[in-house]
Nanobody
Framework: QVQLVESGGGLVQAGGSLRLACAASGSISRIVVMAWFRQAPGKQRELVAIVRSGGGTNYADSVKGRFTISRDNAKNTVSLQMDSLKPEDTGVYYC?????????WGQGTQVTVSS
């Protein structure tokens, strides 16, 4: 497992965009599945998107077509490009591995979308 630090969150109006970054303390090359999660106030943490080592992706229905997850194994980063943001996208966003490589949750990065 590696330590992960999320960044890039902020306050944005509906329809706007943000790009989140997840920086790993070590190599993510051997981690098959990396993911972004989010937790809205009063809600459970939910899976937003995953990216596999080969680049394949899957998205929650709620963000499909608006969010794009990617990974750069050379830079040990995982990104989440968020476009056409909606107020319901508001929450704390976290990245982590899925499966054996999963580690402790970081502080996450706050995303707030105003109407």
């Amino acid at each position: 497992q590696v330590q992960l630090v999320e960044s890039g969150g902020g306050l944005v109006q509906a329809g706007g965009s943000l790009r989140l970054a997840c920086a790993a303390s070590g190599s993510i090359s051997r981690i098959v599945v990396m993911a972004w999660f989010r937790q809205a106030p009063g809600k459970q943490r939910e899976l937003v998107a995953i990216v596999r080592s080969g680049g394949g992706t899957n998205y929650a229905d709620s963000v499909k077509g608006r969010f794009t997850i990617s990974r750069d194994n050379a830079k040990n980063t995982v990104s989440l490009q968020m476009d056409s943001l909606k107020p319901e996208d508001t929450g704390v966003y976290y990245c982590n591995a899925v499966g054996p490589g999963m580690g402790p949750w970081g502080q996450g990065t706050q995303v707030t979308v105003s109407s």
